[in-house]
C-alpha cells in the first residue's frame, strides 16, 4: 500500500544499472507531480555526468508503465512521477475491502508493558496527570490493534512514608468516617488534614513512624487499613478514568508496594554482580555514563543510609519483573520529561544487571508540560494545582454548550453525549496534535473550534459522511470499485492510501502528532472533495465510487481517532 515504497523499488534497479551499485532514489510527495525522485541530482558529482542525462537513463529503464500515468525529467534533473488513476484506484479499492484498513497484523507480536498515570493513593489526579495518561492510553491502543500483547501497567504511589500518618488519620476519623470522606473523592483534604496533624503534633507523629513500621513489617491490622485506603482511592481514579475514556481497569494497578518483597533480592542480585558500592552510607549503583556537571559519577542510590529503599530500587525491580518473569521486550514509561536522567541511569543500571538485553529495550516516552494562557504552568485560581476532574468537566460544560448552540433540536441525552465526546475528544486531541516533547497551551477557544487542527474538525468531518450515508438511506457497497479521476478524488485517495504508513511509523516513534496530522490532512482533503464532487447526484459507478470513497475516509478517520482515544459521534 505504500506507493513512495513501490516507486522507490521499481526506480531502484534502474538507478543501480546507471549508477554500478545500490542508489536509494528519494522518492517523496511532490507539488510538481504527485511523486518525484532527485537522486540524479545527487548522483551526478559521483559519476561526472549531467543530472538530466542521468534521469533520462533512468526513465528509460524504470519499468512503471503500470503504476505511472507519466514520467517526466525536469529542471536541473527532477523525474517527476504521476500515478496512473487505475493504480491508485486499485490501492483505494484494496482498502474498501480491507477491514485493517492496510494496516497488517505484526507477524512478531511483542509482550510491552506500558507504564502510565500513576496517581498517588490518597492524592487527586492533577492536570499534572492528564499528559501521561492521554499518551500511554494512544500507545496501549496502537500497540495493540497492531496485534502486540499490551500489559498496561498503573504504577500507583501507595508504600512508604507517608502511609503512616495517613493510616493514623484514618483510625482518627474511623473507618466508617474516613471511607465516607474518600468515596467523596476529596482526596486532597484527606493528605492536607493528615500532613497538619503531622506537622503540629508530636504524639500523632509518633504514632504515624510507629505505623510505617507496622505497615512494612506486615502487621494485618495496619494492612487491612492501609488496604482500605488504597481501595478507595482507586475506585476515585477509576471514575476520572472513565470520564476521560481511558482503557485502564482496576486490574492494571501495580502500586509501588507490589515490589516491596522484591527489593531485598533485586539488592542482592546487584550486589552479587558486583554494582552495588557504599557512598555516604547508602547502596549505590554507578551506571556507565552517567556523571555530574563536575565530571564526577554520579550515583543512583537504590538504599539510603537509613535502611529505606527509595524510587531507583522499585524501578528496578519492576524492571527486573517486567523482563524476567512476564518476558516484556517492550518497556515503555510515560512519564515527564524532567524524569529523563533518572530513567537514562535505571536502564543503564538494569542493562549493567543483564536485566535489560536484546530484545529487550526501555524507553522513556516523555513530555512537556500544560501552560496556561500567560505561559506559565497552569495552575487554579487559588494558586494550586488544577484538579484533573475540574478541567475534564470544563471541557465537557464547554463542549456541551456549543453543541447546544449549534444544533439546538439536539435532546439533552444526545447533546450530553456529544458534549462529552467533543469536550474529551478536545482535551486529548490538543494534547496529542503537538509534538509531546514540547509544552503547549491549554487555550479553550481553540481546542473546541470546529476550523483548524483540532478534535471539533475531525468529528465534524466524520459526522458529515455519515450525514450522506442517511440521506442515502443506504450504505456503501463492500465491493465497489473505486475510480478517483478528480484531483479532488486523487488527493483524497492518495491522503486514505497512506494511513498505513503513517500507523506503522507511529508504532515504532510514538510521536502520535504525525497520526493527528495525518488524520487531520485527511479531513481537509475530504472537505475539497466534498465540496467539488458531488457525490448523491451523481449516477451509476461514478456515485458507486464516491460513496465508497466517503465510507473508507469515515474508517480512517473513525479508526485513526479511536487509536487517539477519541470517540467519533454520528451527529454534531
Not at 487527586?124 to 495518561?133: D, I, N, Q
Not at 510515560?334 to 529523563?340: D, E
Amino acid at each position: 500500500m505504500d506507493l513512495e515504497k513501490l516507486l522507490t523499488d521499481r526506480l531502484a534497479p534502474a538507478f543501480a544499472a546507471v549508477a554500478g551499485g545500490p542508489v536509494d532514489p528519494v522518492v517523496r510527495r511532490s507539488q510538481h507531480a504527485d511523486f518525484q525522485s532527485d537522486a540524479a541530482l545527487a548522483l551526478a558529482r559521483r559519476l561526472g555526468r549531467p543530472p538530466r542525462a542521468i534521469a533520462e537513463e533512468v526513465r528509460a529503464r524504470a519499468e512503471l508503465a503500470d503504476l505511472c500515468s507519466a514520467v517526466e525529467v525536469s529542471g536541473p534533473g527532477f523525474l517527476n512521477l504521476t500515478v496512473a488513476d487505475r493504480a491508485l484506484g486499485g490501492l483505494v479499492t484494496a482498502l474498501v475491502a480491507d477491514p485493517r484498513l492496510g494496516v497488517p497484523v505484526v507477524a512478531d507480536p511483542e509482550t510491552v508493558v506500558v507504564d502510565y498515570s500513576g496517581p498517588n493513593v490518597a492524592k487527586e489526579m492533577h492536570v499534572g496527570h492528564l499528559r501521561s495518561t492521554v499518551i500511554g492510553d494512544a500507545a496501549a491502543r496502537l500497540l495493540e490493534w497492531r496485534g502486540h500483547r499490551v500489559l498496561r501497567a498503573n504504577h500507583l504511589g501507595d508504600w512508604g512514608t507517608p502511609f503512616g500518618m495517613l493510616i493514623e488519620h484514618l483510625v482518627d476519623l474511623g473507618e466508617a468516617g474516613a471511607a465516607q470522606e474518600l468515596s467523596m473523592g476529596d482526596l486532597d483534604a484527606f493528605y492536607k488534614a493528615a500532613r497538619e496533624k503531622f506537622d503540629g503534633d508530636a504524639a500523632f507523629r509518633d504514632r504515624s513512624r510507629l505505623r510505617v513500621v507496622a505497615l512494612q513489617g506486615g502487621d494485618p491490622a495496619t494492612r487491612r487499613l492501609w488496604r482500605l485506603l488504597v481501595t478507595q482511592s482507586e475506585s476515585y481514579f477509576l471514575t476520572v478514568y472513565d470520564l476521560l475514556d481511558v482503557t485502564l481497569s482496576r486490574a492494571d494497578f501495580q502500586g509501588e508496594s507490589s515490589y516491596h518483597d522484591l527489593l531485598a533480592s533485586t539488592l542482592a542480585e546487584l550486589d552479587r554482580l558486583g554494582l552495588l558500592r557504599r557512598s555516604d552510607g547508602a547502596d549505590c549503583v554507578f551506571p556507565a555514563g552517567s556523571v555530574g556537571r563536575d565530571g564526577e559519577p554520579l550515583p543512583l542510590i537504590v538504599r539510603k543510609s537509613d535502611g529505606g529503599y527509595g524510587y531507583p530500587a522499585t524501578d528496578l525491580a519492576a524492571l527486573r519483573h517486567r523482563t524476567g518473569t512476564l518476558g516484556a521486550t517492550r518497556l515503555l514509561y510515560v512519564v515527564g520529561l524532567p524524569q529523563r536522567r533518572h530513567f537514562e541511569m535505571v536502564f543503564a543500571a538494569a542493562a549493567q544487571a543483564g536485566w535489560l538485553a536484546p530484545p529487550a529495550r526501555a524507553e522513556h516516552v516523555g513530555f512537556g508540560s500544560i501552560l496556561g494562557p500567560d505561559g506559565r504552568m497552569l495552575r487554579s485560581r487559588a494558586g494550586g494545582s488544577v484538579k484533573l476532574v475540574d478541567l475534564l468537566g470544563e471541557a465537557v460544560e464547554r463542549a456541551t454548550a456549543l453543541a447546544r448552540e449549534r444544533n439546538p433540536g439536539l435532546g439533552d441525552a444526545e447533546a450530553a453525549e456529544v458534549g462529552r465526546a467533543v469536550g474529551i475528544g478536545a482535551i486529548k486531541y490538543a494534547d496529542l496534535a503537538g509534538d509531546r516533547r514540547k509544552d503547549y497551551v491549554l487555550d479553550w477557544e481553540r481546542m473546541l473550534s470546529l476550523d483548524g487542527n483540532t478534535a471539533p474538525y475531525l468529528q465534524y468531518a466524520y459526522s458529515r459522511i455519515r450525514s450522506i450515508f442517511r440521506r442515502a438511506g443506504a450504505a456503501a457497497r463492500p465491493d465497489a470499485a473505486v475510480s478517483p479521476v478528480e484531483p479532488a478524488e486523487r488527493a483524497l485517495a492518495f491522503e486514505l492510501v497512506g494511513f498505513p504508513v503513517v500507523v506503522d511509523a507511529v508504532a515504532g516513534s510514538l510521536e502520535f502528532h504525525h497520526l493527528a496530522g495525518h488524520l487531520h490532512r485527511v479531513a481537509v482533503a475530504f472537505s475539497a472533495f466534498y465540496e467539488r464532487c458531488p457525490v448523491l447526484r451523481a449516477d451509476g459507478p461514478v456515485r458507486e465510487s464516491r460513496l465508497a470513497l466517503c465510507d473508507l475516509t469515515a474508517r480512517v478517520l473513525g479508526q485513526g481517532l479511536f487509536l487517539l482515544g477519541i470517540r467519533t459521534p454520528e451527529r454534531l
